[in-house]
């Protein structure tokens, strides 16, 4: 099994590039491989520097590989069609500039959808028009990234936007070719959902190019649930865990990966609230030596 652990700027509470709660890029890189890690994501674009006469030098003052980037824009949002188109080129580009391959979209949290993160049944659905526009949207991304970069497209479902549960990602699936668009699946959004993961890789291990390692409280899940928690409250209440301490079952995960010779980067992404959780470099170490404990490299 050839699989190399990385890890992401959010693990570090940096979800938005703007954000004044932001740690320093520097600090991170400095924290990643203080932590042990071989590779890091680009974060939200414009949180790393994109001149890559920048960053290149700095990530290998670190040894740091660049595994990957996102572009997590409202997907959803026909009006904001100027910026996913401004996230996927600035990010492809900075992919290219350093040699990285995974280039994730993601729908961005929508507001009709966030206040029912976790609960299927009362979530809001696009109409048929409204859905297939949408995944017009998706393609055309994905085609952009593979004709103007070289790069294929993974989608990846989160919760409290529009592709987070297990019977849309699956329509969207059939919707779109699998040589246009393959799947970065994250372990924590997929139990936030309410799927089981394992079971979601197995149907779909041939089109899974890239894993996220997140995991998910079952009982803060549950209380979140119950009291009909949105998403950005339970994130604040510590829905996202270390990966030993959630319900995530990263044992028959690493099987699977193994029985199926996947090989490449699975990647961290642990969100966490800055304000919530403050020692974000010791979580990555509790998590990186989890995995050790369990047989991965």
């Not at 990957?68 to 904001?80: I, K, N, T």
């Not at 987070?164 to 040589?179: C, G, Y």
């Not at 990263?250 to 699977?256: D, G, I, K, N, S």
Request: glycine share 8%; hydrophobic share 40%.
């Amino acid at each position: 099994m050839s699989i190399k652990i990385g890890n992401a700027p959010c693990s570090w509470g940096v979800e938005f590039a703007n954000d004044a709660r932001n740690p320093t890029w520097q600090s991170v890189l400095s924290d990643c491989a203080k932590a042990g890690y071989s590779g890091i994501e680009l974060g939200p674009v414009g949180f790393m520097p994109e001149d890559p006469d920048v960053l290149g030098p700095a990530l290998a003052e670190h040894s740091l590989e660049l595994i990957g980037g996102v572009v997590f824009r409202p997907f959803h949002d026909p009006d904001a069609w100027d910026d996913v188109l401004d996230g996927t080129h600035r990010t492809c580009a900075a992919l290219n500039a350093h040699g990285a391959k995974h280039l994730v979209l993601i729908d961005s949290i929508a507001p009709a959808r966030a206040p029912t993160a976790g609960r299927p049944d009362e979530a809001v659905q696009m109409d048929d028009s409204q859905w297939n526009a949408y995944v017009e949207r998706i393609k055309t991304i994905a085609t952009i990234s593979r004709d103007e970069y070289g790069l294929v497209s993974e989608i990846h479902p989160h919760a409290g936007g529009f592709m987070d549960f297990e019977p849309e990602v699956e329509k969207l699936l059939d919707a779109v070719d699998e040589d246009l668009l393959k799947i970065c699946i994250d372990t924590g959004h997929c139990t936030y959902a309410g799927f089981d993961p394992v079971a979601f890789m197995q149907r779909h291990r041939s089109r899974i190019t890239y894993v996220h390692f997140k995991s998910t409280d079952a009982a803060v899940k549950a209380a979140a649930i119950k009291n009909r928690t949105g998403f950005y409250d339970a994130c604040g209440q510590g829905i996202f865990c270390n990966l030993d301490q959630g319900e995530v079952d990263f044992p028959a995960v690493r099987q699977l990966l193994l029985d199926t010779d996947f090989s490449g980067w699975c990647t961290i992404e642990q969100d966490c609230d800055p304000t919530l959780d403050p020692d974000p470099l010791r979580d990555a170490i509790v998590n990186r030596e989890y995995l050790q404990s369990i047989g991965f490299s």
